[in-house]
């Protein structure tokens, strides 16, 4: 009897929540695939809490024509444009959403499908392109009647830090910029695609199987399931955080780890501009700037990706520590970006992406002129606060009475 109620506990705290695609067997669920010709839009991620992919749980129970796959492609994980194919699994017609020549569906290839089924991970940074993808099909779909399903996922960082620029409209539209929404936005994909739908007026045939037992917390410090990595270089739950702490410094000319294993990814920022003694004072100097969380140490590494392939990089690394939850990710990105420009100077040369990343020309000029974050931060603040507001009337999940307060810690 002890074993039997040791292994009740075991399983009860293994899985804390019910993603949109563990609720699959629902019969309400269920009976909005039967006799229904069915697509899915998905990737290596979207597997449910026994790590079984969401087409093996829908073939062949349910006729499935064809699948759709974002960037980064289907079963394993790949940079770079990705072609139509064929599940070697199953034997089903695959449709890239990533090719130089469109994000979005084809008319032509909704026209057989009743249904669609879409499944993606995200991490909960507004440059992250899964959103993008859903709303391009979105789109489409619509426009064509086609109903959708799409099966909700926790945000990893929570669903109550809001943080970061929101995006200039002037920028919105581009597949790294796609919606006007902070860098952090604490909404899941299910809360972004309702917030998208009702604010364009796309007259979307969508349902949203939400999370059960999810309150807006983040999952990264306490998952309930393994990570199944999204995409190459975000491999491990660490790394969702550092890409929202200073996944924008990519656009610099800096390496940020991104190899052929990516262990590194987003862990290091270096370069083969930087000398030795500079990464030894770099380090002390942004342990200087007092971020609780974080401690970060000289590096040296051949590159093995990035724009520096193949050469010997310098810089830092940094280690996460005890409070980085509460590290404040517009902060840390506005404040280390500063120092690297004014330490580095002309060395430092941003991608014609960057006001893309950070969501403003307005951001890049404050790390040109060296604004004090305390001065950026107020205004900040207040776009925040009036984003908070307009996303209320498309939460799923229940915001707590400090969920309402703009942020005002430090870090």
């Given at each position: 009897m002890g074993i039997v109620y040791l292994v009740f506990v075991f399983m009860s705290q293994a899985f804390a929540y019910d993603y949109g695609i563990?609720?699959?067997r629902e019969p309400a669920l269920e009976s909005k695939l039967e006799n229904r010709k069915v697509a899915l839009l998905v990737h290596a991620a979207s597997v449910d809490r026994t790590g079984t992919h969401l087409i093996d749980l829908l073939y062949p129970r349910f006729p499935v024509k064809k699948i759709f796959v974002p960037e980064h492609g289907l079963r394993s994980l790949n940079d770079g444009w990705i072609k139509d194919g064929v599940d070697e699994k199953t034997g089903l017609p695959v449709l890239s959403l990533y090719q130089e020549r469109s994000r979005a569906p084809r008319a032509q290839d909704l026209a057989d499908v009743d249904v669609i089924v879409m499944d993606l991970q995200d991490v909960g940074v507004r440059y992250y392109t899964?959103?993008?993808?859903?709303?391009?099909?979105?789109?489409?779909?619509?426009?064509m009647g086609k109903e959708m399903i799409l099966l909700d996922r926790p945000n990893p960082?929570?669903?109550?830090?809001?943080?970061?620029?929101?995006?200039?409209?002037?920028l919105e539209g581009a597949f790294i910029s796609y919606f006007t929404i902070p860098t952090r936005h604490g909404m899941t994909l299910g809360e972004l695609i309702r917030m998208y739908v009702a604010e364009k007026n796309i007259p979307a045939k969508l349902e949203v199987v939400t999370v059960t037992g999810w309150s807006r917390e983040p999952v990264i410090d306490t998952p309930d399931r393994p990570w199944t990595p999204s995409s190459p270089a975000i491999q491990t739950h660490e790394q969702v955080l550092l890409y929202s702490l200073w996944g924008?410094?990519?656009?610099?000319?800096?390496?940020?780890?991104?190899?052929?294993?990516?262990?590194?990814?987003?862990?290091?920022?270096?370069?083969?501009?930087?000398?030795e003694v500079e990464s030894e004072t770099l380090s002390a100097d942004l342990n200087s700037l007092g971020f609780k969380g974080v401690v970060f140490l000289p590096c040296r590494f051949v590159a093995s990706r990035d724009i520096h392939l193949g050469q010997t990089v310098r810089g830092v690394s940094v280690e996460l520590t005890e409070g980085h939850l509460e590290l404040r990710s517009d902060r840390m990105t506005q404040v280390i970006s500063s120092l690297l420009y004014?330490?580095?100077?002309?060395?430092?040369?941003?991608?014609?992406?960057?006001?893309?990343?950070?969501?403003?020309?307005?951001?890049?000029?404050?790390?040109?002129?060296?604004?004090?974050?305390?001065?950026?931060?107020?205004?900040?603040?207040?776009?925040?606060?009036?984003?908070?507001?307009?996303?209320?009337?498309?939460l799923l999940y229940p915001e707590s009475d400090q969920d309402q307060l703009p942020f005002e810690a430090s870090n």
């Amino acid at each position: 009897m002890g074993i039997v109620y040791l292994v009740f506990v075991f399983m009860s705290q293994a899985f804390a929540y019910d993603y949109g695609i563990d609720r699959l067997r629902e019969p309400a669920l269920e009976s909005k695939l039967e006799n229904r010709k069915v697509a899915l839009l998905v990737h290596a991620a979207s597997v449910d809490r026994t790590g079984t992919h969401l087409i093996d749980l829908l073939y062949p129970r349910f006729p499935v024509k064809k699948i759709f796959v974002p960037e980064h492609g289907l079963r394993s994980l790949n940079d770079g444009w990705i072609k139509d194919g064929v599940d070697e699994k199953t034997g089903l017609p695959v449709l890239s959403l990533y090719q130089e020549r469109s994000r979005a569906p084809r008319a032509q290839d909704l026209a057989d499908v009743d249904v669609i089924v879409m499944d993606l991970q995200d991490v909960g940074v507004r440059y992250y392109t899964y959103f993008s993808t859903i709303a391009e099909f979105v789109k489409v779909a619509s426009s064509m009647g086609k109903e959708m399903i799409l099966l909700d996922r926790p945000n990893p960082l929570g669903g109550s830090a809001v943080e970061g620029e929101i995006l200039d409209p002037s920028l919105e539209g581009a597949f790294i910029s796609y919606f006007t929404i902070p860098t952090r936005h604490g909404m899941t994909l299910g809360e972004l695609i309702r917030m998208y739908v009702a604010e364009k007026n796309i007259p979307a045939k969508l349902e949203v199987v939400t999370v059960t037992g999810w309150s807006r917390e983040p999952v990264i410090d306490t998952p309930d399931r393994p990570w199944t990595p999204s995409s190459p270089a975000i491999q491990t739950h660490e790394q969702v955080l550092l890409y929202s702490l200073w996944g924008s410094l990519e656009h610099f000319n800096l390496s940020v780890g991104r190899g052929k294993t990516n262990e590194l990814a987003f862990r290091v920022i270096a370069a083969p501009w930087i000398s030795e003694v500079e990464s030894e004072t770099l380090s002390a100097d942004l342990n200087s700037l007092g971020f609780k969380g974080v401690v970060f140490l000289p590096c040296r590494f051949v590159a093995s990706r990035d724009i520096h392939l193949g050469q010997t990089v310098r810089g830092v690394s940094v280690e996460l520590t005890e409070g980085h939850l509460e590290l404040r990710s517009d902060r840390m990105t506005q404040v280390i970006s500063s120092l690297l420009y004014e330490r580095f100077g002309d060395r430092l040369v941003f991608s014609k992406f960057a006001p893309n990343y950070y969501g403003s020309e307005g951001m890049i000029q404050s790390i040109r002129k060296k604004q004090s974050w305390e001065d950026l931060m107020t205004s900040l603040d207040l776009k925040i606060d009036s984003f908070r507001k307009r996303r209320k009337p498309h939460l799923l999940y229940p915001e707590s009475d400090q969920d309402q307060l703009p942020f005002e810690a430090s870090n």
